[in-house]
């Protein structure tokens, strides 16, 4: 069983104990105040400190093991129900715990007492290692897999992901291209992209969001990064996301999402839980506080994310391939156990 408190345990112990408590509060703060930026970094902060929370379990078991995941991981989770990512990460390394607890049950002819393999397995890592360090290989095998897409053609995209700013450079190398891209207000996310393609010598064009379908017509393949990959094959995107999907559409232009698979998420959007899929910020870059009298009388909604549902999405490309919005079911099975779906 796990020891439950820190008074019986040696001094050494006990500071380990503290230390890790005090990582997971100031993770869990960072959530709440948004300063990891990008869902990559939230996701390795996740897993590396769940590979402590393993490294230092006393269980012997590896529902203990589980257990002691679930509680840490419903911690973090609770510190910012908008970051998907956080709970990908949990859902992960439980099922990555059940492989391995299985794998030693079959094993335990060879290797002696199943649940003290397991343990041994869990302090040396495993899968776990392989999957806090994805950031080089997620983006790697993303940027590869989408690169034979691009030929000489006219780009569309929206705010500002870095896969997508890593692909669009990489393949500026082989190939000519021009890319348009929707400024994404009130953030402005789009003109910091446009910068930085342009000092790559990559030709950018900027517009704003109420010109998306007038320039549509001219677009060959549309572009674009996701917050959440949703269990229906949907997405949670940047806001702006939903019109631009809906242009393609009209005008039959493949609308591509690059996204690495721990953005999968076992959610759906319901229309009753809207606080755990969207945030909503500060409306000042909407309207200035200045304008107090004004803005006494209005409420301001300033969203973060759009929902574009599946059937907008031709392809999902992300670090083990192509898929279509319909195959996101299997890929969730693949991922996660399905009693994790719900922690």
């Known amino acids: 069983m796990c020891e439950k408190s820190t008074e019986n345990m040696p001094s050494g112990d006990t500071e380990k104990a503290d230390e890790l408590n005090e990582k ?6 960072d959530l709440k105040q948004g300063s990891i930026e990008g869902s990559y970094n939230v996701a ?38 908008t970051e998907t990512a956080v ?20 094993g335990k002819s060879e290797e002696g007492d199943p649940k003290e393999s397991l343990h041994k397995m869990l302090l040396a890592g495993g899968e776990i290692d392989d999957f806090s360090q994805p950031v080089p290989n997620l983006k790697a095998s993303v940027l590869d897999a989408i690169s034979e897409l691009i030929i000489e053609l006219e780009i569309r995209t929206a705010g500002k992901s ?115 899929f969207n945030k909503f910020v500060s409306p000042k870059d909407v309207m200035n506080f200045e304008e107090g009298e004004i803005a006494s009388k209005v409420q301001i909604d300033n969203p973060v994310f759009d929902y574009v549902p599946p059937e907008l999405v031709t392809l999902y490309v992300s670090n083990i391939g192509g898929n279509a919005p319909s195959y996101v079911y299997r890929l969730l099975s693949e991922f996660y156990h399905p ?5």
């Open 339 to 343: 009693d994790d779906h719900e922690l």
């Open 87 to 106: 709970g990908n990460m949990v859902r992960r390394v439980l099922k990555i715990i059940r492989e391995e607890y299985a794998s030693a049950l079959r």
């Open 162 to 276: 870095r896969t997508v700013e890593a692909f669009l450079k990489k393949a500026a190398k082989k190939r000519k291209f021009q890319v348009i891209v929707v400024e994404c207000a009130p953030f402005f996310h789009g003109q910091k992209l446009a910068v930085s393609l342009a000092r790559a010598n990559i030709e950018t064009t900027v517009i704003n969001d109420s010109a998306v379908f007038a320039i549509m017509s001219r677009v060959n393949k549309v572009i674009i990064g996701t917050h959440t990959v949703m269990a229906n094959g949907g997405l949670k995107a940047v806001n702006g996301s939903h019109a631009i999907a809906l242009a393609a559409k009209h005008y039959s232009v493949p609308l591509l999402v690059c996204a690495a698979m721990f953005k999968l998420s076992p959610q759906y959007l319901c229309s009753y839980d809207q606080d755990a």
């Open 44 to 81: 390795y902060r996740t897993v590396s400190l769940l590979r402590i929370v393993i490294a230092q379990s006393k269980c012997t078991s590896a529902k203990d093991v589980m257990a002691n995941v679930i509680k840490e991981g419903k911690r973090l989770m609770a510190a910012q129900l």
């Open 24 to 29: 997971l509060d100031a993770f869990a703060r």
